[in-house]
């Protein structure tokens, strides 16, 4: 079996284009959530998110006309292209130029645009076909069926961030997109981590990619998971006693995993090792986590146990924090049945404090941020965590950020419909 290293990450969120842009802001406690500008989500549903930059490809084509030459029209896939681009460029790795490329993995997850990330064109058409008699069905067809065919490209490009990826640096290899909502990028690195641990593939670009739309904001209200609180400044409190829901946000987070023996033949650099991986189910209920925490105690152990190591040797847990009610609740018992004593003594941060929820992409950002606290040896600390509830007494780094010397990070991830995924990165030794 093949020891996983990574060599490369990539980073687009809501404080902007890159992982250095994302390092800094979360050590220096800022704030990703704003009010939300975009009229297709704005309105009455929810007024906060954490929204990604306007991406302007045209000063990425010196570097590489070739690459950015094509521009995807699915304006999200502009974003978190830029992820993959930086993690790849770390990496030294640029499949293009590869001969063969049968053994690089794709597996970042994802998803496709749906028609109601066209809402703002259509009611503006809606409103137009209003009359003085009422609303004129036929003439809303007809206005319809005059929009131009430039003006629907986010409908007309099915592509996902996969095969743009996989298509624009000719990878032949497979693709994997993992769609476990929540656990969704732990599952996208953890089943990367396999495929090269057991020699089914050398390399792999994982990670997770997602945009907050409507639809999403429609569901999770309904069921109350939403925050309620539309300060940005104070709406995403993990742990706090006065939390209530969490706040959704976009964002793409790639890492670049291969073989030990693959990045010792391209005499790469290689920031962290994955070594542990679990996954389980809860089989409760679709929209609330099992009290007991059971699913997520046994994805932590299995997780530990791959790793080969025992729970001592955990130095910084990187929470899944969504700042919901029970989450936070569940993930806290998870941890303590996991640690036992330990748990207490254990450094514990939520990344989601200040960018919000990114869904599909929060593990794989989050992953990153593991990395880079390995690699510095400090933690950020959890934003808005102000006011103890009695019943969440872990260390959750109230001040930050915090110096600390770490050799193993667990990264902790716990979807909606139960489903639980946690993955162990480590300072990289021979």
Not at 143 to 161: H, M, T
Not at 297 to 320: G, P, R, V
Not at 389 to 411: A, E, F, M, Q
Request: aromatic share 8%; glycine share 8%.
């Amino acid at each position: 079996m093949d020891r996983v290293v990574v060599t490369g990450v990539g980073a687009v969120t809501p404080f902007g284009i890159g992982v250095d842009v994302l390092w800094q802001s979360l050590l220096n406690n800022k704030n990703g959530i704003t009010k939300i500008k975009d009229n297709k989500i704005q309105g009455e549903i929810v007024g906060i998110g954490g929204c990604l930059p306007e991406v302007d490809y045209s000063k990425y084509l010196d570097e590489d006309k070739e690459l950015f030459s094509y521009i995807p029209q699915n304006k999200n896939n502009k974003s978190f292209f830029l992820a993959v681009y930086e993690a790849l460029k770390q990496a030294d790795l640029d499949p293009r130029k590869m001969e063969d490329t049968d053994n690089i993995g794709v597996c970042i997850a994802d998803r496709n645009s749906g028609m109601i990330d066209n809402i703002d064109r259509y009611s503006i058409l809606m409103q137009k076909a209003q009359t003085d008699e009422g609303y004129d069905l036929n003439k809303y067809f007809e206005l319809l069926n005059s929009i131009e065919n430039s003006n629907l490209e986010q409908w007309n490009d099915k592509e996902s961030i996969n095969h743009y990826v996989s298509r624009n640096y000719k990878i032949t290899g497979p693709q994997l997109s993992v769609a476990t909502a929540c656990a969704s990028g732990n599952n996208s690195i953890g089943e990367a981590f396999l495929k090269i641990k057991y020699g089914q593939i050398n390399m792999a670009i994982a990670g997770g990619a997602y945009n907050l739309d409507l639809k999403s904001m429609m569901g999770f209200t309904r069921i109350g998971a939403l925050t309620t609180n539309e300060d940005p400044e104070t709406a995403c409190r993990p742990f706090d006693a006065e939390r209530n829901g969490f706040v959704m946000s976009s964002g793409c987070g790639a890492l670049i995993l291969e073989s030990l023996e693959s990045a010792k033949k391209r005499n790469v650099k290689i920031l962290a090792e994955v070594v542990g991986y679990g996954c389980m189910s809860d089989a409760y209920r679709s929209t609330d986590p099992d009290p007991e925490a059971k699913a997520a105690t046994l994805t932590i152990e299995q997780c530990i146990k791959m790793a080969n190591i025992s729970c001592d040797e955990i130095d910084y847990i990187n929470a899944h924090g969504t700042s919901t009610k029970m989450n936070d609740y569940t993930e806290t018992i998870a941890i303590k049945n996991v640690f036992k004593e330990k748990a207490y003594n254990i450094p514990i941060s939520s990344t989601k404090s200040m960018i919000g929820h990114s869904i599909m992409a929060a593990a794989a950002i989050e992953a990153i941020v593991c990395i880079k606290s390995i690699n510095e040896g400090i933690v950020h600390q959890t934003r808005n965590y102000c006011k103890i509830d009695t019943k969440l007494d872990l260390d959750y780094v109230k001040d930050g950020p915090r110096k600390l010397d770490i050799n193993y990070t667990l990264s902790n991830s716990f979807g909606f419909g139960g489903q639980n995924s946690a993955i162990i990165l480590s300072k990289f030794k021979e």
